[in-house]
């Protein structure tokens, strides 16, 4: 729908061209932002819509003002984009005309935004390129809705492959010192029950009036044996708003799956260790510091390209708490050492 709109668009301005004098009112009824360039690329014509989504305005005519009226442009992968490199350019020194192609926008003011461009190219009676047109459209919203829709199938792929792991070494670990099907199974539906409570948790986006140490055992209890913890926890007394403890409880999960997968709770001996601390500045703010340190698993070895999981804790304690986040791939064991900020 949006290809066809785009294109009638384009339609519509080279009938306006076709006429000696292309009035001003014309230009902004149309329903697209729309800028017209000279043969040497020279702005010359342009209508509100192109001034909204540049967030400024050029000077018409001017020589430094060629081929875009934008402050900067980008390519989709990031990389800059010269005026004089982009689609526009290229149209008026080659008369090829481009269809839905994006670019990236930036304002004055930093901000960026992906424009869907289409330009054709305007000659004369002799075949000559006398100038072209460009009828584009800011499809930011529809490019973040395609990055998050594709990161939630990328995390429901995820959480998927990791809740078929966690029960496989939850049915090994129950396994491992039962001596008769009598005792497996009522330890291993207890690790099942508490781990479809931490993905109610997950799945809520809630959690109030818990503390710290509340949401680690929640997510150790599905690997916890009593007579042999293999996880370690020590710490004050930490109340977690709704908000961090949510963020917490995914990063925890995350480490005690790679922990079940890979590390030290898919063997016997494996240990982990958790640690944690809280510190005041004489400004009164307060710091959350955090330890997780793996030990006596399978070698660890760094690895080649950062995996969604990976991702998601430096993500999750850097991006979503504003806080710091070390991940450490030591051959003894995986460590994590963090630092958050607590707030209000």
Request: proline share 6%.
């Amino acid at each position: 729908m949006t290809v066809d709109y785009a294109n009638e668009a384009v339609s519509a301005c080279n009938s306006f061209m076709a006429l000696a004098d292309l009035h001003q009112d014309a230009m902004d009824a149309l329903p697209q932002a729309v800028y017209l360039c000279a043969g040497d690329g020279r702005v010359v014509r342009f209508n509100q819509k192109a001034v909204e989504l540049w967030g400024r305005v050029p000077r018409l005519g001017g020589p430094e003002e060629r081929f875009c009226g934008s402050y900067r442009l980008y390519r989709t992968d990031g990389t800059f984009l010269p005026h004089d490199q982009c689609p526009m350019a290229t149209a008026l020194r080659t008369g090829e005309s481009f269809h839905n192609q994006e670019v990236v926008v930036e304002r004055p003011d930093g901000q960026r935004l992906t424009a869907l461009v289409n330009i054709a190219a305007l000659k004369d009676a002799e075949g000559r390129v006398n100038g072209a047109i460009n009828c584009f459209q800011d499809i930011t919203d529809r490019k973040q809705a395609e990055d998050r829709r594709r990161n939630l199938i990328e995390e429901l792929n995820h959480r998927i492959k990791n809740t078929c792991a966690i029960v496989l070494s939850m049915a090994t670990n129950s396994a491992r010192n039962a001596a008769s099907i009598d005792e497996f199974m009522p330890r291993f539906e207890g690790r099942l029950v508490a781990l479809s409570q931490t993905h109610v948790l997950l799945n809520e986006g809630r959690q109030r009036g818990a503390t710290l140490r509340d949401l680690l055992m929640q997510q150790i209890e599905p690997f916890q044996d009593g007579d042999n913890p293999q996880v370690r926890i020590e710490g004050p007394d930490v109340e977690m708003p709704p908000r961090l403890a949510l963020a917490l409880s995914m990063v925890f999960h995350e480490l005690m799956t790679n922990a079940a997968k890979y590390g030290p709770l898919s063997v016997a001996e494996g240990q982990i260790a958790v640690a944690w601390n809280l510190l005041s500045d004489p400004e009164g703010d307060r710091t959350l510091t955090l330890q997780w340190v793996e030990r006596n698993g399978p070698p660890v070895a760094a690895p080649q390209r950062s995996g969604f999981g990976t991702r998601l804790i430096k993500r999750t304690i850097t991006g979503g708490l504003d806080g710091q986040a070390e991940l450490l791939f030591e051959p003894a064991g995986l460590q994590l050492r963090a630092s958050i900020p607590l707030r209000n």
